[in-house]
């Protein structure tokens, strides 16, 4: 397992370069420069800003500053936006808002994905199975910024059960929640029927069942480690979307994550914070990868770490 696990922390140095590099060159081969969008300020002052950000320097020195910098000191750089803020205050005061709702989003699709799934793969072909992935399928057809605008209007306008924007009380993460929630749910859903049905046709289940096993202790006991394996594989790339998803779900909700910070940076051209935000997600989400295989292997024996 050591050995796996340092061989994939390896992998990551190569693919975190790839992945910098083409953040890096591509927003600076976007028109406009960070300081595009102030007030017209006058050339003097332009060469001095350039020139205290570093930007005055060619390309390939300025990448190779940052990673220097990034690499041994952890430092991302300071915003050209937010003045006086580095990226790194911004992520840490940004992203645990971000965290938080991606936990909840992640209750709500276990909760409703997992609980479909399995009343679903009980009773195949019958109204017990076609309804709720009926809804399941209705729940991947619906992308988040078009559900999130129907829960406002429905919850918060209409019935003025909860606030439309915002994220100061706790029911304001509902909506939110939801919205990021439903989409993943219709997935696990579908992948936790597909995996239950397999296990309950398998010998040792109709042996369970001659023995007198009541249906609570096989689904429990006996099918569920065995039928949520293909869940368990989709939940590292599922956990990355509820993080990066939550870009567009904070921008519609006016949440303070880090996803607002994000879209924000890309209008403002401000290089750092795209840079700073890229490279963080990138290595949290290589790294919710990994844990998920070290869960697959825990899961099924059959699997090795090889």
């Known amino acids: 397992m050591f050995r796996f696990i340092a061989r994939r922390l390896l992998e990551m140095i190569p693919v ?6 083409a953040t890096f060159f ?10 595009s969008r102030e007030k017209k300020v006058s050339p003097e002052i332009l060469k001095q800003l350039n020139a205290f950000y570093g930007l005055d320097k060619p390309l390939l020195q300025q990448y190779g500053n940052y990673i220097w910098k990034a690499v ?16 790194n205050e911004l992520i840490g005061a940004s992203f645990p808002v971000s965290l938080e ?9 276990l909760i409703l994905g997992l609980g479909a799934g399995i009343v679903a793969s009980l009773r195949p072909n019958t109204a017990s199975d076609y309804i709720p992935m009926s809804l399941a399928m209705a729940g991947i057809c619906l992308p988040t910024f078009v ?7 429905l919850f918060a306008l209409g019935l003025h059960w909860y606030n439309a924007l915002g994220w100061d009380f706790a029911s304001d993460r509902v909506l939110p929640a939801l919205t990021l929630g439903i989409f993943y749910a219709a997935y696990i859903a579908r ?3 597909g995996g239950m049905l397999e296990i309950l046709n398998q010998d040792f289940i109709r042996t369970a069942r001659a023995k007198g096993a009541s249906p609570w202790r096989i689904v429990t006991k006996h099918a569920l480690k065995g039928g949520l394996l293909p869940v368990v594989s989709f939940l590292g790339p599922a956990v990355a979307g509820l993080l990066t998803g939550s870009f567009v779900v904070e921008t519609i909700f006016q949440v303070p994550g880090l996803g607002k910070f994000f879209v924000t940076s890309a209008f403002n051209r401000d290089y750092t914070m795209v840079m700073g935000t890229v490279i963080f997600y990138a290595t949290l989400i290589i790294s ?3 844990v998920v295989d070290v869960v697959q292997v825990w899961l099924n024996p059959k699997l090795r770490f090889e």
């Open 26 to 35: 591509m927003v600076h081969a976007a028109p406009g420069g960070p300081f």
């Open 191 to 193: 992948l936790t029927r």
């Open 101 to 109: 709702l991606g936990c909840w989003a992640l209750l709500v699709a």
């Open 72 to 87: 041994r000191h952890g430092d991302l750089g300071p915003s050209t936006k937010y003045a006086n803020w580095s990226v």
């Open 16 to 21: 975190l370069f790839i992945i910098s590099a």
């Open 288 to 290: 919710l990868n990994l």
């Open 147 to 153: 559900l999130g605008p129907l829960l406002i209007g």
